[in-house]
Nanobody, 123 residues
Framework: QVQLVESGGRLVQVGGSLRLSCAVP??????YAWFRQAPGKEREFVAAMRWNLAAIRYADSVKGRFTLSRDITQKTVYLQMNGLKAEDTAIYYC??????????????????WGQGTQVTVSS
């Protein structure tokens, strides 16, 4: 069983920054992504990357503000979030799959999920 552990979510003011972490114990997979779910809404794609950094993709709503990265030694994926807006408020989930897919934006293509970390952006 693959267990992803997210951390870093908290209350922040509009315009602030946060860095979310996703620890990946054990083996690493080829593709990692972040999704988010706001209250009363469906879970939506935020960003995805190949572990070897050959591909990184962002949702239009976060492009230019959010940045994906990873630390090989720490086996951790990071989501740096700058210029936060109230509409970024959501539970953020880290997920992974064994191989990269062109449908990286579809949550149905991911098998393993973390428990989520709450990000609240206050105005």
């Amino acid at each position: 069983q693959v267990q992803l552990v997210e951390s870093g979510g908290r209350l922040v003011q509009v315009g602030g920054s946060l860095r979310l972490s996703c620890a990946v114990p054990g083996r690493t997979f080829s593709a990692y992504a972040w999704f988010r779910q706001a209250p009363g809404k469906e879970r939506e794609f935020v960003a995805a990357m190949r572990w070897n950094l050959a591909a990184i993709r962002y949702a239009d709503s976060v492009k230019g503000r959010f940045t994906l990265s990873r630390d090989i030694t720490q086996k951790t994926v990071y989501l740096q979030m700058n210029g936060l807006k109230a509409e970024d408020t959501a539970i953020y989930y880290c997920t992974t799959r064994a191989s990269w897919t062109v449908a990286y934006y579809d949550e149905k293509n991911y098998a393993y999920w973390g428990q989520g970390t709450q990000v609240t952006v206050s105005s």
